[in-house]
């Protein structure tokens, strides 16, 4: 099968590039290795849009994290997904590193970051009453922001599917290689696709990717982060994402509300040679509690509900890598996209843009569209809404998950989206079933019963996450 385009990786960069590609007349393709997106790097992350003032003066990393900031309110407008600029501070605790935060706010300034100032202690207490009676000063941004990255991966992958982007899942590149007419030859594990360039968005994966096609060698080192989820209990803590002083690592231990009203703490940095290696550890989150105590007072972490890791992909040089591949000419890098990936993702998919158009020289589509529009949430409909609603649809009326309040009818529409969810965890990212106190200990009988009666898939082939993850053996009766 002969496409334009194929980008390998269907995480939030992959997304963001497929979104920006399908403006042009190109038969492209999202080749993913597991059975949906949003299922590694971007689901585990610190769900923080940050404003730029961390990253190195001239990097890509902070140009595209300015870019990428600036772009969230209308992108997230007109994908239908949930965006909050609650802004953000660097907390000082330590009178000796005070001018650690006048360097980040001459770095801040220098990346284009606007209305960054330096709180007093006073001024930072007031605004933040639990910060730790040892603060001394805060750096505050106010543009950082709030964000859910499910919400935001699944929502550019579904417009660029709506715009004519194959996403082809379970495909796990084996190899690539030239043919004799010019184009790039890819292999999975029982398919080929031709193409006349590529994406190499692989995250973890992508030094594996560039390794195929060039002989100048780049290296991916994961770095795992642990996180502690609290519940909404927890809400009101804190309204803004509270930072540490960055170290060469990254930017330490954070606590912040989640999109969602849940409060997020970590992560810590440990690399890894596993690039599975999504495992929390006792160390780890007994560090992500001690670090985070250091900077806010009385941090109710009994109202934990579960706890997770992720995986950034830390290239060598420490920056972004993106750009056509000197030896390999059509194979374009979007490699080493850790922190501030996330809210650099649109931007980086309008630079991946601009270099396939370069190379492909392709017409613009004149019916493109721009918006995409999100499940129906009766949560958040009016009373009035809310009974016409299930009037019309009673599904809209039976509750399935306790916690989260979603509706049979939100699971029944996730399952037949252009882009479906195919497993509980697909579910879960798009509705949010089970992603409450009781993490699904309740409602995962009832949404794998929706599965199988809207999808036919038998109850033992039923999985939580793709691959080998099914959740029944058997029926008790016939074994």
Request: aromatic share 6%; glycine share 8%; hydrophobic share 35%.
């Amino acid at each position: 099968m002969l496409y334009d385009i194929v980008i390998i990786g269907a995480g939030v960069t992959g997304a963001a590039v497929a979104r920006e590609l399908s403006r042009y007349q190109l038969r492209t393709a999202v080749l993913e290795k597991e059975e949906d997106v949003c299922t590694g790097t971007s689901k585990a992350n610190s769900a923080i849009v940050h404003a730029g003032y961390d990253a190195e003066n001239g990097t890509l990393k902070a140009k595209l994290n300015v870019r990428g900031n600036a772009m969230m309110d209308d992108l997230c407008r007109d994908l239908d997904i949930p965006f909050m600029r609650n802004g953000s501070f660097v907390v000082c605790i330590d009178e000796d590193h005070r001018d650690g935060l006048d360097e980040l706010l001459q770095r801040g300034i220098r990346n284009g970051v606007q209305g960054m100032r330096i709180l007093s202690r006073e001024e930072a207490i007031a605004m933040e009453p639990n910060l730790s009676p040892d603060t001394v000063a805060a750096l505050y941004a106010p543009s950082a922001g709030i964000v859910c990255p499910f919400e935001l991966t699944i929502a550019m992958a579904e417009n660029a599917a709506e715009n004519g982007v194959d996403f082809l899942f379970n495909r796990m590149v084996k190899d690539i290689r030239r043919t004799e007419a010019g184009t790039w030859c890819i292999r999975t594990q029982d398919e080929e696709y031709e193409t006349r360039c590529i994406v190499n968005a692989a995250g973890v994966y992508a030094d594996e990717i560039h390794n195929m096609v060039s002989e100048k060698k780049i290296v991916i080192t994961p770095r795992r982060g642990e996180y502690c989820l609290l519940d909404h209990d927890a809400r009101g803590h804190v309204h803004h994402t509270i930072f540490p002083q960055p170290t060469k690592y990254g930017k330490g231990i954070l606590i912040s509300p989640t999109i969602h009203g849940n409060l997020i703490v970590g992560p810590t940095a440990t690399d890894t040679p596993e690039k599975d290696g999504t495992h929390t550890t006792a160390a780890g989150l007994a560090d992500v509690v001690a670090q985070a105590r250091h900077h806010v007072s009385n941090l109710p972490m009994n109202k934990v509900i579960t706890s997770f890791a992720g995986l950034r992909a830390h290239e060598e040089y420490g920056d972004f890598l993106i750009g056509e591949v000197e030896d390999a000419p059509g194979f374009v890098d979007a490699a080493g996209i850790e922190s501030p990936g996330l809210s650099a993702s649109p931007a980086i998919g309008e630079m991946v843009r601009e270099i396939v158009c370069g190379i492909l020289r392709p017409a613009e589509k004149p019916d493109w569209k721009a918006t995409r529009k999100g499940l129906l949430k009766p949560s958040e409909l009016s009373e009035e809404e809310r009974n016409e609603l299930i009037r019309k649809q009673p599904a809209y009326g039976t509750v399935i998950c306790r916690c989260e309040t979603v509706t049979e009818g939100e699971i029944i529409e996730s399952l037949h989206r252009i882009i479906p969810a195919r497993s509980l965890d697909g579910v879960k990212r798009r509705t949010r079933a089970g992603m409450g106190r009781c993490q699904s200990g309740f409602c995962s009988p009832k949404v794998m019963e929706i599965i199988n009666r809207e999808l036919g898939i038998p109850y033992e082939q039923i999985t939580k996450s793709g691959g080998s993850s099914q959740l029944v053996y058997g029926r008790t009766k016939e074994a």
